[in-house]
């Protein structure tokens, strides 16, 4: 018989909600530890002997109903965080997932930081009217700044939220697209809408765009545009050049608020023309009510082959 170790849970509640509907959780813990999962009344149980991955088990857990206690619902993205924060020993990730959250109101969506840089990035969002989010794939930045910006809207501090960015192909032509003007620049902006539909109702997105409150705008189009109590999205920001750029943030009125994504490792910009955003971040990073944050390999949550990967074409290119 393997030595065991064991948590005993607060509670049958707390030990149902770490379960999961139909014990998804558990079998999630099995695949992550490569062990059986037991549960003996309030206790859950790693059938290992290896003393390390149990400690870890113990560890994993314990910090699991913590962020339950706060709010945060536990499934197998946040095991995962967790997982990924304690194996980096990283006590600050694991803190910001506790501390810092985001209410959107009428869809009672709770969105959290799963890393020490996304926790960097809600915060900024929350305290600055400019933030830059520059990171790779996966980070996260898209999505926090989404829901963000629907927290301002659906809480009437904004008026509309405007989506934007530059219409450069990757690689390849896609050649006429059919449609009116926003039936042409959606497939662009499908990301950013992927994150709204995965923050609130269908309906409540039909409605929001019914009543102009979510416009889509092409960069292009932003010239001569004052943008007043709006939340403004620019995605895709590393394929601005640094003319692009300057126009767009000329055009950020009173009370309105920006955050500008992009991967700097994905520009699709001709040779020798210089990324808008690299040359923006250098030059206001010092500015008040400016904040400019780089997420790095550590901070992609969308899946441990992605932080492979990108790991790999690092190692690459250095």
Do not use: W
């Not at 920001?237 to 750029?245: I, L």
């Amino acid at each position: 018989m393997s030595d065991t170790t064991a948590l005993v849970l607060s509670d049958g509640a707390m030990l149902q909600k770490i379960c999961g509907a139909n014990d998804r959780n558990i079998r999630h813990l099995e695949h992550l530890f490569a062990a059986p999962v037991r549960v003996r009344g309030n206790e859950m149980i790693l059938d290992s002997p290896d003393e390390t991955m149990q400690k870890r088990f113990v560890s994993l857990l314990s910090e699991l109903q913590e962020q339950s206690r706060c709010g945060h619902e536990p499934d197998a993205g946040l095991i995962d965080a967790i997982h990924r924060n304690l194996d980096k020993n990283d006590q600050a990730g694991l803190e910001g997932m506790r501390k810092v959250s985001l209410e959107i109101p009428l869809a009672r969506s709770r969105v959290f930081p799963r890393t020490a840089g996304q926790a960097r990035v809600m915060e900024s969002l929350q305290k600055k009217s400019l933030s830059f989010l520059i990171g790779p794939a996966g980070t996260g930045k898209t999505y926090l700044a989404v829901a963000h910006a629907l927290r301002e809207l659906l809480s009437k501090q904004k008026r509309k939220l405007v989506l934007t960015r530059p219409v450069v192909e990757a690689g390849e032509s896609l050649g006429f697209l059919p449609g009116d003007l926003t039936q042409k620049i959606s497939p662009y902006l499908r990301p950013l809408y992927d994150a709204i539909e995965d923050l609130i109702p269908a309906d409540l997105l039909r409605r929001l765009e019914e009543q102009n409150m979510i416009e889509i705008a092409p960069l292009a189009y932003m010239r001569g545009r004052s943008l007043r109590d709006c939340y403004v999205i620019l995605d895709e920001a590393q394929n601005t050049t640094r003319e692009q750029m300057k126009m767009f943030l000329t055009r950020l009125g009173e009370n309105t608020c920006a955050a500008i994504t992009g991967d700097v490792t994905q520009v699709d910009l001709p040779r020798r023309v210089q990324s808008g955003l690299l040359h923006a971040a250098g030059i206001l990073k010092d500015l008040d009510d400016i904040s400019v944050i780089h997420l790095g390999r550590e901070d992609v949550v969308r899946s441990v082959l992605v932080q492979n990967i990108i790991k790999a074409y690092d190692e690459e290119r250095s």
